[in-house]
T-cell receptor, first 114, second 113 residues
């Protein structure tokens, strides 16, 4: 059974700081890994999707890396802003059946302070 | 174009009651998935429907059921509500069964008293 863990559970940083969020998964047989953002009481917004054959993906100030063999992914946020405050979730899609079922981590709650 | 819409946004029920949550996917999307997110946890997969058929089921009791209609909208039903069913219920749509991109609605916040 796939298990996804995210560290740290919560993080508070001053504006402008670069930061790294970590995600680990127990079963390396994945199809892809995604990072999502969730604002309080809201749904999820997809940030980055990395295929199992890829090492990283970039979008603006965000960079996500994937090391499938070690079961790890990191989300790097450059020059953080107060608007980045949210919960960040990583999710993996396994190989085989189950359609597009995602297994999520518990998230990292990020607060960027002025 | 409208995104994924869910109704109602908030709902309060008492233990033992039944509830129906509704989801309309993005126009043209044929797959709908349901997730349960308990406070402080990541979403947990409940069901996926594609072309009106169940294509995946998570580890949830039979009190949870769902269906998809010809217009691809979907309903999630939960019977005999328990306090532990209190959660944010998220619906996600995708173009096809195996599509990589999922688009999530804002969810229905269910409180069971």
């Amino acid at each position: 059974k796939q298990e996804v863990t995210q560290i740290p559970a919560a993080l508070s940083v001053p504006e402008g700081e670069n930061l790294v969020l970590n995600c680990s998964f127990t079963d390396s047989a994945i199809y892809n890994l995604q990072w999502f953002r969730q604002d309080p009481g809201k749904g999820l917004t997809s940030l980055l999707l990395i295929q199992s054959s890829q090492r990283e993906q970039t979008s603006g100030r965000l960079n996500a890396s994937l090391d499938k063999s070690s079961g790890r992914s990191t989300l790097y946020i450059a020059a953080s802003q107060p608007g980045d405050s949210a919960t960040y979730l990583c999710a993996v899609r396994g190989l085989g059946g189950g359609g597009n079922k995602l297994t999520f981590g518990t998230g990292t709650q990020l607060k960027v302070e002025l | 174009d409208a995104g994924v819409t869910q109704s109602p946004t908030h709902l309060i029920k008492t233990r033992g009651q039944q509830v129906t949550l509704r989801c309309s996917p993005i126009s043209g999307h044929k797959s709908v998935s349901w997730y349960q997110q308990v406070l402080g946890q990541g979403p947990q997969f409940i069901f996926q429907y594609y072309e009106k058929e169940e294509r995946g089921r998570g580890n949830f009791p039979d009190r949870f059921s769902a269906r998809q209609f010809p217009n691809y909208s979907s309903e999630l039903n939960v019977n005999a509500l328990l306090l532990g069913d209190s959660a944010l219920y998220l619906c996600a749509s995708s173009l096809l069964q195996g599509s990589e991109k999922l688009f999530f609605g804002s969810g229905t916040q269910l409180s069971v008293l």
